[in-house]
């Protein structure tokens, strides 16, 4: 019983932890001018463009990625096409519909992930690069295993 108990108490430490830090995500201005679900997206799409230039996602990756719902994601693919941060592409199969930055409004987007690094180089000065390094690879672990599907 007291293995329970003492599971159960860590449970307990490890949502309000969570809690506490998505909190300090969502309320922390990390998204300042863009919505979070559209941080979310732009930040798919642009580290897809860090790696190749061009920065071309399928929606399928995206969903895949960001986890968020099909519709979320069109709404949210809608709202940034809307705001010129992002352009539609269509692939060579018709039935494949994919995105890109658009180059010339980056800077909109930069100016938002800038506050980002911000934070995170505070966050790592409290926390130490060793701890950054375990916080990452217990973050990416919960990710890989999918805990949070709907």
Do not use: C
Request: proline share 1%.
């Amino acid at each position: 019983m007291e293995n329970y108990d003492e599971n159960l108490q860590i449970d307990e430490d490890i949502v309000v932890s969570w809690v506490r830090l998505t909190g300090i995500l969502k309320n922390g201005r990390l998204t300042d001018g863009l919505i979070y679900n559209e941080a979310i997206v732009m930040l798919t799409a642009y580290r897809r463009y860090q790696q190749d230039g061009e920065g071309l996602v399928s929606f399928k990756e995206i969903v895949a990625e960001t986890r968020m719902l099909k519709s979320h994601v069109h709404r949210t693919i809608g709202s940034l096409v809307n705001k010129r941060l992002l352009e539609r592409v269509t692939g060579e199969d018709k039935r494949m519909s994919f995105v890109r930055p658009v180059k010339e409004n980056l800077d909109a987007f930069l100016t938002v992930h800038r506050n980002s690094l911000a934070l995170a180089e505070e966050a790592r000065k409290i926390i130490g690069n060793e701890d950054a390094a375990a916080f990452i690879r217990i973050a990416q672990k919960i990710s890989r295993a999918g805990l949070l599907k709907k």
